[in-house]
């Protein structure tokens, strides 16, 4: 059963230098492919990471196929631990929380609760485990609302933006609380030293903007974050700025405009090249460079969204993710969960009421 998805081995994340031992639990139930995509990714992230742990949350008999001699193979780093229900994609978040409390959804939530797991990543239902973390692992203190971080891919390097889709409304005060959040996660997961923090707008001039966006700016400049001033929809692509911060609505209206963009490129090129023998031959000539650039902006890529804000380490991954773009959320959890992006959280929130109190 594994052989039945292929691994792309190219495009396979690096082997990260793991400093302790982590443990991951994970829904293996949830998103559009459920065990046939979650189990393959999470035995090829254990022959990468040794110290590693794995545990898979669900429905046994479904799991237990693609399994094989892995629990021989990888022992106590590979756990198992039985849920016996699933949250639908399209079920009302509070009737999940309500009446799936044996959820693979919310058995892995609990897990890092407990203390039994360093963090957990579900392809499942965004809504409800949103609301199934937050009430289970709460919120960080200081932090009013969880937000969805993910990264973009720029001209150099990467865009931190959040919110994606959490929170429809905002205040100033949540604002300024992502752009908190949203530091300490470009900080942690890709090295960046005092993000370059932009607030996203209708133009870049300092008299435009709504009175939230105007407050946050405010906010911002009095901090001692890295604030650069507002940004404009194209600025996500150039570099110039390292965390992007909106209300939840305009951030995912914004993604989900980029990835229609991203698809409509690659179609159309495709489209271009076998128009005709000529055009064929010359997309075999220019293959190295479209293999490239097929790697570098492969959407699989940047799977993992991040759910900050809350008590612990909860990842999102795409729904229809394949073995290898979960192998990406995976990773995303290793790091967050190395690096213990939470607690750092907690103290660049106490750091800044302590320079604005001073």
């Not at 971080?149 to 865009?159: A, N, Q, Y």
């Amino acid at each position: 059963m594994r052989a039945a998805v292929r691994w792309h081995a190219a495009l396979a994340p690096d082997t990260l230098a793991t400093t302790r031992p982590i443990a991951i639990a994970i829904d293996a139930m949830g998103g559009d492919h459920g065990p046939c995509v979650v189990v393959p990714a999470s035995l090829e992230a254990l022959s990468r990471e040794p110290a590693l742990t794995i545990v898979l949350v669900g429905l046994g008999e479904q799991i237990r196929p693609y399994l094989g001699n892995s629990a021989a193979q990888y022992g106590q780093r590979l756990v198992l631990r039985e849920a016996t229900q699933v949250v639908a994609m399209d079920e009302k978040p509070q009737e999940a929380l309500r009446k799936k409390k044996d959820s693979s959804l919310r058995v892995s939530i609990d897990l890092v609760k407990a203390g039994e797991a360093h963090a957990c990543i579900s392809a499942g239902n965004t809504g409800a485990l949103m609301a199934t973390a937050r009430f289970v692992l709460k919120t960080i203190e200081g932090i009013d609302r969880p937000a969805i971080i993910s990264r973009i891919r720029s001209r150099k390097g990467f865009t931190h933006m959040l919110d994606l889709g959490a929170n429809s409304e905002c205040t100033a005060e949540h604002l300024f609380q992502f752009a908190v959040m949203g530091s300490v996660v470009a900080a942690d997961t890709s090295g960046i030293d005092k993000p370059r923090i932009g607030i996203l707008n209708i133009g870049e001039e300092e008299t435009k903007g709504h009175s939230g966006v105007q407050e946050a700016a405010r906010l911002l400049s009095a901090s001692q974050l890295n604030y650069v001033g507002f940004v404009e929809g194209g600025d996500i692509f150039t570099g110039d700025v390292d965390v992007v911060v909106t209300d939840g609505f305009t951030g995912n209206v914004a993604l989900k405009s980029i990835e229609g963009v991203a698809r409509m490129v690659v179609g159309a090129l495709r489209e271009e090249y076998t128009r005709n023998p000529l055009r064929y031959l010359a997309a075999l000539a220019s293959w190295p460079v479209l293999r490239s650039l097929r790697r570098e902006f492969d959407p699989r890529t940047y799977n993992g969204a991040s759910l900050v804000g809350l008590n612990g380490v909860v990842i999102k991954s795409h729904g229809s993710a394949d073995a290898v773009s979960f192998g990406y959320a995976i990773r995303a959890a290793l790091i967050e969960a190395q690096k213990g992006v939470p607690t750092h959280i907690a103290n660049s929130l106490k750091a800044q009421w302590v320079s604005q109190t001073a």
